[in-house]
Each structure stands twice: as structure tokens, then as C-alpha cells.
């Protein structure tokens, strides 16, 4: 199944790849999502208090430690059955027609994924203002297979790479209130098309995908709020609001990405040195990322409790679908890993794509 001759050519060439959505639905375009909001089910507008601030919320930028540098952060993220799929693909005569129809006709009707990206960053608090600077290289890829009796494989993909700086201010003339902004200008690479069996074992697919490739660049904003208050012996309150990609990035022939409001809240508390953290996130609230207006799909619920030491846990829903993550980190040395399931039908609970991440952090903060 060649769509996996052009996976191995997007890693060589850019690290990173995508297969795409069902007939009636796709899942939500978020511009990037990290590996610790993901496990704690994507509510993290009212807490961005990390790297992942400067695509989530700016404003939290303001929050984070004095100094932080990532100089190489590889991540991962497929499919549940993304791998059977590359093993049976890896096995059968990638030439042959017939094989690659009858691989085709095995997997109809799932959805597979795959993401690759390697952003690095460097970033500073000093007293009320806090600044983020990041390189981008990213890509991903969706894909399913339909049609039982002649299968078709719809493979849509999307590479980006440029860069982002965020800035996040906390004013001291009202207490507890941080606004951010951040700019980000990339170019991107896309391919949304459906290919057969007799096109993926062609001699020339590779030339097919090449040719198939749409190219544009944009720039963009978003902008940021987060207010805090401390309710004594209780809890801290955190409000976000996060408006990602004002305006629209427009790619030209290759495919846009739309613009999104998330709002959210944040409760988080102390004790013993450990910090326990609850949120809930309602995204898109603009009904820009896609058009089935599906309520369920927007609710984000998760929590995280922060060791004193080395290890964070997290928990959460997504989209109806639980979500699970976790954290080891050694300072100089990071690791972190989640689960969720992401909604590819039209409504929640319809059909879930489950998925796993990774990503090894190399740097520092202090």
C-alpha cells in the first residue's frame, strides 16, 4: 500500500507525514496540539504555563520559568492500527496491483495517522514579561480507505516549517491578568487526493505524489488572556480565552488553516509538595474547524498531579473519548507520552480514532 512509499519519502525529506478523514467528517485541524495537553484531554487554554504556551495561549507565556531552551525535541504520533498497517504493506509486492487491492479491501473503513515533529525553542522570563522564540518542523498525515469492491485510498497531508515568537506580559496594574500575542510565519507543503490500488503500485507514484504536491506560505497572529486568582487555603482560579491563527492562514494551493476561539478554566491546588491540577476547554467556538456543529466534539476535561519529584500523571476526556498521559522528567532530560482518541465521524461517540504520542525533550529550564 504505496501511500507508505510516501510516509518513508516525507520522513527522509521533511520528517514528517499525514492520511486523512471519512466521507462525512474529518477530524478538527488544530494547528498543533503538544504531548502533555493531549494527555490531560486537550483542556490547556487556562493553563499554558510551558513551551506549548506559544500554541495554545501567548498569554501564558508570562507564567513560565526563568529560562528555558529545547534543542531537540523529537515526537511521534500514530494510529492504533497504523502499524499493522505498514507491517502487512511492508510484506505484499508493493508492484503488484492485485496485493495492494486486496491490502486496500483489509483496512477499508479505518482511519490511520501519523505525525513527526521536531520544533526547538528558546525562551525567558523576566519579571512581568515573558518571551518565546521557536523553529518549526512539522507534518502529519490521515488517511482511510473506502470502497470495498474497487478501494481507494484518500490520502491528505499536510508539511509545515518557519517559525513563531510569543510574547506573554502580566500587568501589574491588574492583578493576576496576563495577555499574550504571538506571530507565526510557515510555509507548507499538502496533498488531498484519492489514489487506487492500480495508482499506488504504478512505477511512478512516487512522480504521482511529487506532482500532487500543492505549495504556500503565510503569516499569522493569535492572541491570549489568562486571570488568576488565588482563593485562600482553597485553590488557584485560572480563566483563559486563546484566539489561534487571526486571521486565517491562507497556504494558496495548498491547504488552509482555519482560525479558532478556545475558552477555559483552571482549578489548581497544593499540598506536600504535590500540585493538582483541574481544567475544562470548550474549542472552536467560531465553528470554523469543521462544519458538522457537533457540541460534544468542542468539550475538553482533564487533570494532572505534578510529583515533587521526576513524575507528573494526567487523565482526561476528549471529545467523549478518555485521554491518559505522563511525564518523567530528569531536568536535562524529558520524556512524555499520551493517549487520546480523536473523533473522526460527525458526531462524538461515532467512530474514534485512538492514537499515541511520544516525545524526548533535550534541554534545559530554570
Known amino acids: 500500500m504505496p501511500s507508505y512509499k510516501y510516509i518513508t519519502s516525507c520522513a527522509f525529506m521533511a520528517g514528517a507525514l499525514l492520511f486523512a478523514s471519512t466521507v462525512l467528517a474529518e477530524p478538527y485541524r488544530s494547528f498543533h496540539q ?124 499536510d508539511i509545515d516549517y518557519g517559525g513563531q515568537v510569543g510574547v506573554g506580559y502580566a500587568l501589574p496594574m491588574v492583578p493576576g491578568l496576563s495577555l499574550g ?6 510555509n507548507r507543503t499538502s496533498i488531498d487526493e484519492v489514489y487506487t490500488a492500480m495508482d499506488i503500485a504504478d512505477n511512478d507514484f512516487g512522480d504521482t505524489l511529487e506532482d500532487d504536491e500543492k505549495d504556500g506560505s503565510d503569516a499569522s497572529m493569535d492572541l491570549g488572556m489568562i486571570w488568576s486568582r488565588d482563593i485562600q487555603g482553597l485553590t488557584q482560579v485560572n480563566l483563559g480565552l486563546a484566539a489561534i491563527n487571526i486571521k486565517e492562514m491562507d ?31 470548550y474549542h472552536d467556538l467560531t465553528d470554523n474547524l469543521t462544519g458538522d456543529g457537533s457540541t ?16 507528573a500523571l494526567r487523565a482526561g476526556l476528549s471529545q467523549g473519548y478518555y485521554t491518559a498521559g505522563a511525564t518523567v522528567n530528569f531536568k536535562v532530560l524529558r520524556f512524555d507520552v499520551a493517549t487520546y482518541g480523536e473523533e473522526v465521524g460527525v458526531h462524538a461517540g461515532q467512530k474514534e480514532d485512538r492514537r499515541y504520542a511520544a516525545q524526548l525533550s533535550l534541554g534545559w529550564s530554570w
Open 34 to 157: 503538544g504531548v502533555r495537553p493531549l494527555g490531560m484531554g486537550g483542556a490547556f487554554t487556562a493553563i499554558a504555563d510551558d513551551q506549548n504556551a506559544i500554541n495554545y495561549n501567548p498569554a501564558g507565556l508570562s507564567r513560565t520559568e526563568g529560562f528555558g531552551l529545547g534543542i531537540l525535541n523529537p515526537m511521534v504520533e500514530f494510529s492504533e492500527d497504523s502499524a499493522d498497517l505498514y507491517k502487512d504493506f511492508d510484506d505484499i509486492d508493493q508492484d503488484n496491483t492485485s496485493e495492494v487491492s486486496e491490502l486496500l479491501k483489509k483496512y477499508v473503513g479505518d482511519t490511520n495517522h501519523i505525525k513527526v515533529a521536531g520544533d526547538v525553542y528558546a525562551g525567558f522570563r523576566f519579571r512581568d514579561v515573558g518571551v518565546m522564540v521557536a523553529g518549526v518542523g512539522r507534518g502529519y498525515a490521515d488517511m482511510v480507505i473506502r470502497n470495498p469492491t474497487y478501494p481507494e485510498l484518500h490520502l491528505v497531508s
Open 181 to 186: 500575542v504571538g506571530v507565526k510565519a510557515l
Open 251 to 281: 497556504f494558496g494551493e495548498a491547504r488552509d488553516q482555519k482560525s479558532q476561539v478556545n475558552v477555559g478554566v483552571a482549578l489548581a491546588q497544593t499540598f506536600s509538595g504535590f500540585t493538582l491540577t483541574e481544567a475544562l476547554d
Open 296 to 311: 460534544e466534539k468542542k468539550m475538553h476535561l482533564g487533570a494532572e498531579l505534578e510529583f515533587p519529584i521526576l513524575l
